[in-house]
């Protein structure tokens, strides 16, 4: 069985072309891995599917989307100063839906990773974006219940170098290396998030992809019962195999691992239909 996670984010915007502009690479790339016979699923489904052993295996390559930080723009029609107004990514999938119908691809799905924490969302809206509140948490219900999106946790803060020093260390997400520190990012993220959306989630994408070998090796493995996660999710590019690492799943990101439809075929060794 092939498998693989994709990663977008729905800030990456600095042109119109698939390489300079998520939107517009989901939108190619949907066409392009449609038509060579991929069939999209949720997360859930992925991780069922490559640890739960269904059988028989999908001989379809399985492909799942995934949206990194939460921006207003993953499901918002919304102006990109100097770029013009961006359709939300909900909005290029839903095109996808409406040029198709809705039996084309029955499991497409993206899970829409979120910054808990309000303070750490101004603080990164104010300084990489245009401090217009465009990473709020107003939407996080209504994408919860919507058939093409689940909200997934991208930590409490984002361990971001940007914020204040707080009770621990600033920098990339390997220095959360303790169990109190992985609780804070995780667990209260999670309660978080759930008081906003009715659901817990269970997904956990590492900021910047990065994890210690704590979070990875211990935390994650052996406390489940705290942070009630099915799968950790990184950025090492790869397909996902049963050998993958359940809390380290690996993941293409878009702009990094390819920047045309083309190539994204390439590294998913997927053959174009004739
Ligand atoms: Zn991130």
Redesign the pocket.
């Known amino acids: 069985m092939k498998a693989a996670i994709l990663a977008y ?1 729905s800030q990456n915007i600095a042109g119109d072309e698939t390489a300079n502009n998520d939107h517009v690479a989901l939108a190619a790339d949907l066409e392009t891995l449609h038509k060579a016979g991929c069939r999209f699923v949720s997360l859930a489904t992925l991780v069922d599917a490559i640890f739960e052993c269904v059988s028989p295996a999908p001989e379809s390559p399985l492909v799942c989307l995934t949206f ?2 939460g921006c207003d723009y993953d499901v918002r029609a919304l102006e990109f100063p100097p770029h013009g107004t961006q359709p939300g990514l909900l909005q290029v999938m839903e095109a996808f839906i409406s040029r198709h119908g809705s039996t084309a691809q029955p499991g497409l799905h993206a899970t829409s ?1 979120v ?1 808990a924490s309000p303070e750490a969302r101004r603080m990164i809206d104010s300084k990489s974006l245009f401090g217009a509140g465009h990473m709020s948490d107003d939407w996080w219900h209504a994408a919860e219940a919507h058939p093409l999106l689940a909200i997934g946790n ?2 409490w803060d ?1 361990n971001h170098p940007d914020l204040e020093e707080g009770q621990y260390a600033r920098g990339g997400f390997d220095m959360v290396d303790s169990f109190e520190h992985c609780q804070q990012q995780v667990v209260q993220a999670a309660e978080f998030i759930k008081a906003k959306t009715g659901r817990r989630p269970m997904f956990f ?1 590492y ?3 990065e994890s210690s070998e704590y979070t990875r090796g211990e935390y994650f493995p052996m406390h489940r019962d705290e942070h009630r996660c099915l799968a950790a999710i990184g950025t090492d590019p790869g397909l996902v195999t049963a050998q993958s690492n359940r809390w380290n799943l690996p993941r293409f990101v878009c702009g990094r691992d390819w920047s045309n439809p083309a190539e994204l075929l390439a590294i998913l060794s997927v053959e174009t239909s004739p």
Do not use: L, R
Request: proline share 8%; hydrophobic share 35%; charged share 15%.
């Open positions: 984010h990194d930080d990773f910054i991208h930590g984002h994408a900021p910047f992809g």
